[in-house]
């Protein structure tokens, strides 16, 4: 069983940054794939970006080139630094651990999903 908590949210203006953490425990992830979702009222729950096991990250493409997914086995942690923010970027998001996972930017295939943080940002 791995219990995953996020933390970092908050209220910020358009074009600040954030820093969200998602801190595990259990068991080590660190050969687990980890991920950042989203999911704003009245909408599906989105990929927003994942980190696999060995390193490789992927993004969805309104993020990237603004948010960084960033995985600390030593902590068993994965952060997701978000710049440049925008009102679209408003939803809860959640992290997500899984294993195995093949494809990184998608939910069903996670085992695990922490209970989310509020992102708010106003125009």
């Known amino acids: 069983q791995v219990h995953l908590v996020e933390s970092g949210g908050g209220y910020v203006q358009a074009g600040h940054s954030l820093r969200l953490s998602c801190a595990a425990s259990?068991?080590?992830?660190?050969?687990?794939?980890l991920g950042w979702f989203r999911q704003a009222p009245g909408q599906e729950r989105n990929f927003v970006a994942g980190?696999?096991?060995?390193?490789?990250?992927i993004y969805e493409d309104s993020v990237k080139g603004r948010f960084t997914i960033v995985r600390d086995n030593a902590k068993n942690t994965v952060e997701l630094q978000m710049n440049s923010l925008k009102p679209g970027d408003t939803a809860v998001y959640y992290c997500?651990?899984?294993?195995?996972?093949?494809?990184?930017?998608?939910?069903?295939?996670?085992?695990?999903w922490g209970q989310g943080t509020q992102v708010t940002v106003s125009s």
């Open positions: 997500a651990a899984g294993t195995p996972v093949r494809h990184i930017h998608y939910a069903d295939e996670y085992d695990y």
């Open positions: 259990g068991r080590a992830v660190e050969s687990w794939a």
């Open positions: 980190v696999s096991w060995n390193g490789h990250t």
